[in-house]
């Protein structure tokens, strides 16, 4: 199982790819609206990525729970256990 960290530079990859977000700011306390400037439909591509790279489902209901990513962090690390 991949630590936190881990999952976080993986998701920062991510974010770089879709969004162009320095993959130094993608930080766990960082919002992903507020502080990257991520908007909904790049929030959609990032999370079917996220899908992908990680092999875990992030419903709907879900994604619009995840706010920072340390929320995403978390849930993927759930989803993945």
């Not at 770089?16 to 439909?41: I, R």
């Not at 092999?55 to 962090?73: C, F, M, Q, R, Y």
């Amino acid at each position: 199982m991949p630590t936190t960290e881990e999952v976080r530079a993986d998701l920062a990859e991510i974010v770089n790819e879709v969004a162009g977000v320095p993959t130094d700011d993608v930080q766990l306390d960082k919002s992903f609206t507020d502080d990257l400037d991520v908007d909904s439909l790049s929030m959609v591509e990032i999370i079917y990525a996220a899908e992908e790279k990680f092999s875990v489902s992030i419903p709907d209901e879900e994604a619009k729970n995840l706010k920072t990513v340390g929320d995403a962090v978390a849930y993927i690390e759930r989803a993945a256990s």
